[in-house]
């Protein structure tokens, strides 16, 4: 393809977006392909979005072009002093052949959030959306269909200012690139066993933890590490003063399912006698966009949703009297995915019979169903493109 005639169009009215088509596009035959197992983050589609903000000018030369590599000055700021934030959402397929992104409204809002923990400026949220949908519909062949399969899209923001000095930078960009997903874990929809970190924690109180930016990600490898050495999937994280409230699953938010006819040795009773626990917000955890849906959806079907103070003796205790009948993690990259077990110094704990259970399966299911366009939207959650 040659001669290819650049677009102007907008993502604000304030905001022209320049667009020029990639040049040397994946052919058909292989894109077929890797739609057909793309894995998770191994493949990318033929075009990216990016933008930049500089002091004084504020947003400025949007563009969407082909997907290619950067080039940083050695003294970018963000390789020495980490501004950097990012964001993660999928596009669908719909069951009717429209194509539709999930709730792309609160991942800008919590970009926005991120950036101004980091001292960074934010992106306005009807720009974050209009180029959601730039990337999305240039790019419209490579969102798979079927099962767990979705468009993965990464939006993210780094300082570019080529300067050593400790402030914040006069000078970022932002942009967005998407990945053909399938299923996060490769085994699929089996029960983890899990790490309780007792030597790391991942936040502390007035630290980052409620910004989706890489330290977090970077702090935690070493005590993946950890728990891949004792034989497990994945690390918990603690509280960071006493190590002993419940917090996190990798970067995924947790919940924990409570019979409480168990405890009282009775039977029948309705669904509020269900309660599903998620660790509260303290500043330390991140708002999952899945666990706010969790909670709706489980709210819906009349469980009760308590969003507090969960500790590793209360997880034991009630594993061990069968009170706690499941506990599962959630997340955008990998939906819901159930915990079988738990190890920790101090032993191990088996949630029921280590399978996943009914409600894990079911609220995964109806999730799944309303990000694929199989049941009805009840919250405008499915933002629909072209």
Same mark, same amino acid.
């Not at 977006?17 to 793309?38: C, T």
């Given at each position: 393809?040659?001669?290819?005639?650049?677009?102007?169009?907008?993502?604000?009215?304030? #905001?022209?977006?320049?667009?020029?088509?990639? @040049?040397?596009?994946?052919?058909?035959?292989?894109? +077929?392909?890797? #739609?057909?197992? %793309?894995?998770?983050?191994?493949? =990318?589609?033929?075009?990216?979005?990016?933008?930049? $903000?500089?002091?004084?000018?504020? $947003?400025?030369?949007?563009?969407?072009?082909?997907?290619?590599?950067?080039?940083?000055?050695?003294?970018?700021?963000?390789?020495?002093?980490?501004?950097?934030?990012?964001?993660?959402?999928?596009?669908?397929?719909?069951?009717?052949?429209?194509?539709?992104?999930?709730?792309?409204?609160?991942?800008?809002?919590?970009?926005?959030?991120?950036?101004?923990?980091? +001292?960074?400026?934010?992106?306005?949220?009807?720009?974050?959306?209009? +180029?959601?949908?730039?990337?999305?519909?240039? !790019?419209?062949? /490579?969102?798979?269909?079927?099962?767990?399969?979705? #468009?993965?899209?990464? %939006?993210?923001?780094?300082?570019?200012?080529?300067?050593?000095?400790?402030?914040?930078?006069?000078?970022?960009?932002?942009?967005?690139?998407?990945?053909?997903?399938? @299923?996060? =874990?490769?085994? *699929?929809?089996?029960?983890?066993?899990? /790490?309780?970190?007792?030597?790391?924690?991942?936040?502390?109180?007035?630290?980052?933890?409620?910004?989706?930016?890489?330290?977090?990600?970077?702090?935690?490898?070493?005590?993946?590490?950890?728990?891949?050495?004792? *034989?497990?999937?994945?690390?918990? $994280?603690?509280?960071?003063?006493?190590?002993?409230?419940?917090?996190?699953?990798? *970067?995924?938010?947790?919940?924990?399912?409570?019979?409480?006819?168990?405890?009282?040795?009775?039977?029948?009773?309705?669904?509020? !006698?269900?309660?599903?626990?998620?660790?509260?917000?303290?500043?330390?955890?991140?708002?999952?966009?899945?666990?706010?849906? #969790?909670?709706?959806?489980?709210?819906?079907?009349?469980?009760?949703?308590?969003?507090?103070?969960?500790?590793? @003796?209360?997880?034991?205790?009630?594993?061990?009297?069968?009170?706690?009948?499941?506990?599962?993690?959630?997340? &955008?990259?990998?939906?819901?995915?159930?915990? *079988?077990?738990?190890?920790?110094?101090?032993?191990?704990?088996?949630?029921?019979?280590?399978?996943?259970?009914?409600? &894990?399966?079911?609220?995964?299911?109806?999730?799944?169903?309303?990000?694929?366009?199989?049941? +009805?939207?009840?919250?405008? /959650?499915?933002?629909?493109?072209?």
């Amino acid at each position: 393809m040659t001669d290819i005639l650049a677009r102007p169009t907008q993502l604000t009215a304030d #905001l022209p977006l320049q667009v020029s088509p990639s @040049a040397s596009p994946v052919d058909a035959v292989r894109r +077929a392909e890797i #739609l057909a197992d %793309p894995g998770f983050g191994q493949h =990318f589609t033929d075009h990216m979005l990016s933008v930049t $903000w500089t002091r004084g000018v504020g $947003w400025h030369n949007a563009l969407l072009g082909p997907f290619t590599p950067l080039q940083l000055h050695p003294s970018t700021a963000v390789l020495h002093y980490s501004q950097t934030i990012f964001e993660g959402l999928k596009a669908f397929n719909l069951d009717d052949g429209g194509l539709a992104v999930f709730r792309p409204d609160a991942n800008a809002a919590r970009f926005q959030r991120s950036a101004a923990r980091l +001292a960074m400026p934010g992106l306005p949220e009807d720009a974050f959306v209009a +180029a959601v949908e730039a990337l999305v519909s240039i !790019d419209r062949a /490579w969102v798979p269909s079927g099962g767990d399969r979705s #468009l993965y899209l990464r %939006p993210f923001m780094f300082a570019t200012e080529a300067y050593l000095g400790v402030r914040p930078a006069h000078e970022y960009l932002c942009l967005f690139i998407a990945s053909p997903s399938g @299923a996060y =874990f490769p085994r *699929g929809v089996k029960p983890v066993t899990v /790490w309780l970190s007792e030597d790391f924690v991942r936040a502390t109180p007035g630290g980052t933890g409620a910004a989706k930016t890489g330290g977090n990600y970077a702090a935690s490898l070493l005590a993946q590490e950890q728990a891949a050495a004792q *034989g497990c999937d994945q690390v918990v $994280w603690l509280d960071a003063v006493e190590r002993s409230a419940v917090e996190e699953m990798g *970067g995924m938010n947790l919940f924990f399912v409570i019979d409480h006819r168990r405890t009282h040795g009775r039977r029948g009773g309705d669904p509020s !006698d269900i309660e599903l626990v998620t660790p509260e917000l303290t500043g330390t955890l991140l708002a999952g966009i899945t666990r706010d849906a #969790l909670i709706t959806l489980a709210r819906e079907h009349e469980y009760a949703v308590s969003e507090r103070r969960i500790t590793v @003796a209360e997880w034991r205790d009630r594993a061990a009297d069968g009170s706690l009948t499941e506990v599962f993690a959630c997340g &955008t990259a990998a939906v819901i995915t159930p915990i *079988g077990k738990a190890r920790s110094n101090g032993g191990e704990i088996t949630i029921a019979d280590g399978e996943p259970g009914p409600i &894990t399966t079911a609220l995964r299911e109806e999730l799944l169903a309303i990000q694929h366009g199989t049941v +009805a939207d009840r919250h405008g /959650w499915i933002h629909r493109i072209g």
